[in-house]
């Protein structure tokens, strides 16, 4: 038996252990009628890393498991094709260019929050947190936030009770004189910054990262459940985006090489959670959803990066492969068992759907895009409702039914292209991954994605399908145009000196370091 699943197992007995010696002779009440939530999301996963979406090495029993438990959803997108705005629309239940997760700097371009953004989550955008906390919630966040790291949009700042995680990516090491290392925080004091004390070896690949944010989860489960208090947890672990890394018990497990080592371990993970709830008896009351931020990052490289099954290209762009995720509802004796629904469904929905499950409402002081999916998943009934393909700025594609059609084409630039970026390696098609800005406007690109999943055969303009279609698609469009008032963008203006240089608790540490001057810029937005 290897040391991970020992040091796993222990901590597993040491907690039930407890749970029976407090639990022994007591009326515990139950939770029934406020449910727990658990939102897994993963990082820069692709919808065909999974083995029930077809991987071919079949390395993820848990997850399949939990498919084949709950309900699998082959249709689910995220909000953008990149980690922060994906996240920001979790978490309101809002698209980016609504919540302010985007930039305005130049058109179509992807923005994030890189330690030099000066912005983050605005002050007027309610969080799930925030409201799951009318309903006596504890709400925790486990890994990245990535909605900005000045401590005005820490997580604890905006509903979260605890957190334990990083604001940023594990990009790094650095010097701590051009740029610091990105800190991790327990709940508001940072306790250490990636690569010194929360160690990632880039070479090996080793970092026990996964494993801290397993043991904070299971424990954070068990004291929430002997307090008989609702709980909402947030595990957003970041394995699988690049540099990858997978603790020692796992490294060169998988037939995928390293990347497949993070997502066994995050497999295993994912189990050890929904195990411990069955051992606690909380299984019939916590509703689990497990999704991606965004497609595959392809232009990683296949030691780096992850498939995106036969969808076009990856991460950063508003094809298929970008934006289409991996997604599974979990709900024991909710969800009928080894369902497969065919709704089109987004990361937005998780908004309403959760407070949905806590027999809460939705903001009524704001558009919401998110659908309340408990139909769906009760029901396994089909809601008519479209996608949005979003690129900054611009709405790039829109999906109805079966029918997508592309308004604007791009993957990336000739310049990157040429020096070995590539947003959709051995997937070129012509006309469609564009290393220019194309607009297709007047005579959109429109795709059949149930004959043709990998958008390489725009159906021709001169056919009745492709009139009825654009008919369809167009009411669709003009309504959500008409509708549409962009927030405020949050990710135009960057600073080195609004770095992690000195965060909260730095000083009992002796981590504090110094900042440079402020010399604001707006920031450059490549793709």
Not at 171 to 178: A, E, I, L, T
Not at 200 to 214: H, W
Request: proline share 7%; with cysteine; net charge neutral.
């Amino acid at each position: 038996m290897d040391v991970c699943l020992i040091q796993t197992l222990l901590l597993f007995c040491s907690l039930l252990f407890c749970s029976l010696i407090c639990c022994f002779g007591a009326d515990t009440p139950s939770n029934k009628s406020t449910p727990n939530i658990i939102i897994i999301l993963m990082d820069d996963m692709g919808w065909g890393d999974l083995g029930v979406f077809g991987q071919p090495s079949k390395e993820t029993p848990n997850l399949d498991s939990m498919a084949a438990q709950g309900m699998l959803f082959p249709n689910f997108y995220t909000a953008n094709p990149l980690c922060s705005p994906s996240r920001a629309s979790l978490l309101t239940g809002r698209l980016p260019v609504r919540n302010g997760f985007y930039t305005t700097n130049a058109h179509a371009r992807n923005a994030y929050t890189p330690q030099e953004i000066v912005g983050g989550i605005s002050k007027d955008e309610i969080l799930l947190p925030q409201i799951l906390k009318k309903k006596g919630y504890v709400n925790k966040i486990i890994g990245k936030w990535h909605l900005g790291h000045r401590a005005h949009h820490l997580p604890l700042e905006h509903g979260f009770d605890e957190w334990f995680g990083a604001p940023n990516c594990h990009f790094g090491p650095y010097n701590s004189s051009d740029r610091p290392n990105v800190p991790v925080y327990n709940n508001s004091q940072m306790v250490g910054r990636y690569y010194e004390e929360f160690g990632i070896d880039k070479k090996t690949g080793e970092s026990n990262l996964t494993q801290i944010y397993l043991e904070e989860g299971l424990d954070f489960i068990f004291h929430q459940n002997m307090a008989q208090r609702p709980f909402f947890l947030y595990w957003a672990a970041d394995a699988t985006h690049a540099p990858v890394y997978a603790s020692k018990q796992f490294l060169g497990k998988s037939q995928r090489g390293r990347y497949g080592d993070a997502v066994m371990e995050l497999d295993y993970s994912v189990g050890q959670m929904l195990a411990w709830l069955r051992a606690l008896g909380i299984d019939k009351d916590t509703f689990v959803f497990f999704t991606s931020d965004n497609g595959a990052a392809v232009m990683s490289g296949p030691k780096q990066s992850g498939s995106n099954g036969p969808f076009l290209c990856g991460k950063e762009t508003t094809f298929e492969g970008g934006m289409r995720e991996p997604a599974i509802a979990w709900w024991p004796g909710h969800i009928p068992a080894g369902t497969v629904s065919q709704q089109l469904g987004t990361v937005m929905d998780l908004f309403s759907t959760s407070l949905s499950v806590a027999g809460l409402s939705v903001p009524d002081d704001r558009l919401i895009d998110g659908l309340d999916l408990s139909p769906v998943l009760h029901n396994n009934t089909l809601i008519n409702r479209p996608i949005f393909y979003y690129r900054g700025n611009e709405m790039m594609a829109v999906r109805v039914g079966p029918y997508k059609a592309h308004y604007w084409t791009w993957s990336n630039s000739w310049e990157e292209f040429n020096q070995g970026i590539n947003f959709c390696p051995g997937q070129e098609v012509a006309g469609v991954t564009t290393h220019t800005q194309q607009e297709h406007t007047m005579q959109p690109l429109i795709f059949h994605l149930g004959r043709d999943p990998g958008e390489k055969y725009p159906i021709s303009v001169v056919t009745k399908e492709y009139q009825e279609a654009l008919s369809r698609i167009t009411a669709v469009v003009e309504k959500h145009k008409k509708g549409l008032v962009p927030g405020v963008p949050q990710l135009n203006m960057c600073d080195m000196a609004v770095m992690n240089w000195a965060p909260p608790g730095c000083e009992k540490l002796g981590k504090c370091l110094k900042a440079p001057k402020s010399q604001p810029w707006k920031c450059d937005w490549p793709h």
